[in-house]
């Protein structure tokens, strides 16, 4: 059996996502209107696919002007990495470059004391994690030196075959161990795909056509609001 060591890190693509408190809604609600407008008068002129992009295009472009955006990554999420020991976390690297900066042993001597606090609570997190899972530790053999610098963490030691180190590259030995479990799968929910191909495409203009014209034309729909629009051209959209 060939066991190689793996190290993995998730990247993660930054997506956008609008700040809703921070938009401009008398403005946007206003260029909405005047869109509105706008499609009505082109009704006659225009096929509904040409009314359906423009309005589409304006809307986002609305949405893009009016709705600030910002970027924003799902961090990964350590348990013993608290409010409080992020605090220190922050206070200690502030502290170090005031340091480096000043070569001051007071200040010296300030960002050791709070290195030391931060380590002690880190550890005294994990050592609480550790307790409340009832997790075992499955290394028992010394990693560095006469120390055991790595952790298997388990609440059923049944599943581990076998632990053991091995010599590494440095002088960190390499620990190596046998787990009894199987990935689970998940099946996939089937989904309804269309074939575009075998789509009878003129019946459908034919209808969106007479659908939007009809709706367009009648006198009492001028007066509708954009959601009253947008919910009649989702539904014509779903049925046809």
Excluded: C
Aim: charged residues 30%; proline residues 4%; without cysteine.
């Amino acid at each position: 059996m060939t066991h190689f060591p793996i190290s993995l890190k998730l990247k993660q693509t930054p997506r956008n996502v609008p700040i809703y408190n921070k938009a401009n809604w008398e403005t946007m609600k206003k260029e909405v209107i005047n869109l509105q407008h706008t499609i009505q008068e082109k009704v006659n002129t225009h096929t509904v696919d040409e009314l359906w992009l423009e309005f589409k295009t304006k809307l986002n472009e609305l949405v893009s002007e009016h709705i600030p955006h910002k970027k924003l990554t799902t961090k990964n999420k350590t348990p013993w990495v608290t409010f409080e020991t992020r605090k220190l976390m922050k206070k200690r690297d502030r502290l170090y470059k005031k340091m480096k900066k000043s070569g001051n042993d007071n200040m010296r001597n300030k960002y050791k004391q709070i290195k030391h606090q931060y380590g002690q609570e880190i550890n005294s997190k994990l050592v609480e994690i550790v307790t409340e899972n009832d997790f075992i530790q499955m290394v028992k053999e010394p990693t560095r030196g006469k120390n055991i610098l790595d952790l298997i963490l388990t609440n059923n030691p049944g599943l581990i075959e076998r632990t053991q180190t091995q010599p590494g590259m440095s002088d960190h030995e390499i620990v190596i161990t046998d787990i009894n479990i199987k990935a689970k799968t998940y099946r996939k929910k089937p989904r309804n795909v269309y074939i575009y191909k075998k789509a009878d495409m003129n019946s459908l203009q034919n209808d969106i056509d007479q659908a939007f014209t009809d709706h367009l034309k009648d006198k009492d729909n001028l007066t509708n609001s954009v959601e009253d629009n947008w919910n009649f051209s989702k539904t014509q959209l779903s049925t046809v």
